[in-house]
Structures are given as structure tokens and as C-alpha cells.
């Protein structure tokens, strides 16, 4: 089909930038990025001082994408961050789940309705499974990052440390199209406060009123907190298990209230990206087998 020629690609992934959009290769019909991992990095080229991630290799250089996308047809990520946007994604239910889950477009026009505010007119795109891309740029003074799940059931962000896969692109399941090609608004203030980033500062300000909590079990939450909050895309939910297993001992050693640290690691991985329910699941995961190992009885056994 002349769409998946790499022609089309290269004309569609010029459009992106463009518009100011950084791009950057994903696998021929597929979502996934086209570029090497760390692991296999030959430290040459793009990546000669170092490492460099899709993130960091995502362009609007006109003569960098020709290249990229001079032989092969790529599918077209856009880096969220450094584009300056952030890109609400509204999903549609998967086949074998209940007949009646809202979709994410339906969940999102109930969340817009009972703030009192119109479903945003803004560029759009319909993606491959069926589901809805919703484009709004950021102020360069608002660091949003990635979320899962917390404007609604279905309903994800792209933002700093994430993609979308632009218009143009296709996969098995089908295209990504323009449905409405407005460009896009600023994102709304009111969705901008319910994404911003929750602050653990209840927790903080509990550990470093208890008298119990050492100066460094305090610094050790806060510290672990930071590293949840900024972890990337794909090491996010090891990250929150990690840092529950290091402050666990804090618990067992009873330098931290648990409940204490639970809030916090919750409130930082959902500012990470990862969904409630997740967060929930590896925090307790992590502070159950740290506190086990650590604990008076384990010590002396």
C-alpha cells in the first residue's frame, strides 16, 4: 500500500517537525522505538559522548529525518517533552475485558462535564486500536511528566519522558489519522492543576516532626522519593520497588511509620506515571519483604 512507503513516512514525520515536534524512528508498523538500547550502544555517531536516548535523539532537523527514514518506512514518534506538549491519550477497552467499561473518550467527556468545561477543541488523532490522542501544548515554566489512570479509568498522559506515535504511522490493527487537524491550545488550567505533580509534603513534613525518625532515615525518604519521581519510562515501577525495599528497613528498625512512607512512595510513583493500583501493589510488595528481612527476629535468627 503506497501509505507504508517510506516516501509517506518521510512526508508525514517532516509535517511533525514542522510543527516543532521532535522525531524520532519507531519499528516499521510497530510503536516501538527503532533505536539501539544502552546495552548494545557502539558509542559512535549520535552516541559518541555517551548513551544518547530516543528522547534525546528525537529531532525537527529537516536533514536528520530525511536520513532516518530515507530507506526504510518507520513508523513516527513524537517526544512529548522536548516538543513542548502533552498529549492526553483516551483508550478504548480491550476485547476480553467487561462489556461495560466506558471507553476513555466517554470517561474523559464525564470528567469535562463535571468540572463544568467543554471538551477541548485541539488537534486529534485517532490511533490504530481506535482510541483518541488529544494534543495541548505546555508553558516552559510546567514540567509535567507521564500518568496512567489519574484523570480516569483509560484515560493516560504523555508529556516529559514520553511518546506518541504521530499521525501517519500504522500498525497490524491499523492507521493514525487526523481527525482534527486544529492546531493545538494550550493545555487548560484545569487540567493542569489535576496533573500536576502531588506533593509528598504531608509525609515529609510527618517524618521530620517524629521524633523517632533519625536526620538519616529523613534524608533517605526523601532521596528515594526523588529517584521514584524522575525515573524513566520502562524503570518506573522497578524504581518504586527498589526504593520500598530500601525504606523498609527504616520501618522494621522503627525509624519510619510505615503508613508514613506508604503515602509518600504512593504519592511519588503516581507523579512518575504508574496508576494507583500499581503503586499500591509494589509498595506493599517492596516494604513486606524488606521489613521481613529486617526486622528484630530476622536479625537474630
Not at 6 to 29: C, D, I, K, N
Not at 286 to 292: D, F, V
Request: some cysteine.
Amino acid at each position: 500500500m503506497t501509505h507504508h512507503a517510506p516516501t509517506a513516512m518521510l512526508s508525514a514525520a517532516l509535517q511533525a517537525a514542522e510543527y516543532g515536534w521532535h522525531v524520532f524512528p519507531l519499528r516499521p508498523a510497530d510503536k516501538r522505538p527503532a533505536l539501539h538500547g544502552e546495552a548494545v550502544c557502539p558509542l559512535i555517531g549520535d552516541c559518541a559522548g555517551g548513551h544518547r536516548k530516543w528522547e534525546d535523539r528525537a529531532t525537527i532537523d529537516p536533514d536528520r529525518i530525511r536520513r532516518a527514514w530515507a530507506d526504510r518506512p518507520f513508523n513516527i514518534g513524537i517526544a512529548t517533552g522536548p516538543s513542548g506538549l502533552l498529549v492526553v491519550d483516551l483508550d478504548v477497552p480491550k476485547r476480553n475485558s467487561s462489556t461495560d467499561t466506558p471507553c476513555g473518550v466517554t470517561t474523559f467527556g464525564a470528567l469535562c462535564e463535571r468540572a463544568g468545561q467543554p471538551i477541548p477543541a485541539t488537534y486529534r488523532t485517532r490511533t490504530a486500536s481506535g482510541g483518541h490522542h488529544l494534543y495541548f501544548t505546555t508553558s516552559p515554566g510546567v514540567r509535567l511528566g507521564n500518568s496512567a489512570g489519574r484523570l480516569g479509568k483509560l484515560i493516560d498522559t504523555r508529556a516529559h519522558g514520553g511518546y506518541v506515535v504521530a499521525a501517519g504511522s500504522f500498525t497490524a490493527t491499523g492507521p493514525y489519522t487526523v481527525t482534527d487537524p486544529t492546531p493545538p491550545i494550550p493545555l487548560p488550567e484545569w487540567l493542569c492543576a489535576l496533573l500536576a505533580p502531588r506533593q509528598a509534603s504531608r509525609a515529609l513534613t510527618a517524618v521530620a516532626a517524629a521524633p523517632r525518625a533519625s536526620r538519616y532515615a529523613a534524608a533517605a525518604l526523601r532521596a528515594e522519593t526523588a529517584t521514584v519521581r524522575s525515573a524513566p519510562t520502562g524503570k518506573r515501577d522497578c524504581t518504586l520497588l527498589s526504593a520500598a525495599r530500601a525504606l523498609g528497613r527504616f520501618i522494621a528498625w522503627g525509624d519510619l511509620d510505615r503508613s508514613v512512607v506508604e503515602e509518600a512512595l504512593q504519592e511519588a510513583g503516581e507523579a512518575a506515571g504508574l496508576s494507583a493500583r500499581q503503586c499500591h501493589s509494589t509498595v506493599r510488595s517492596g516494604l513486606n519483604w524488606s521489613i521481613a528481612r529486617n526486622s528484630p527476629q530476622a536479625r537474630t535468627a
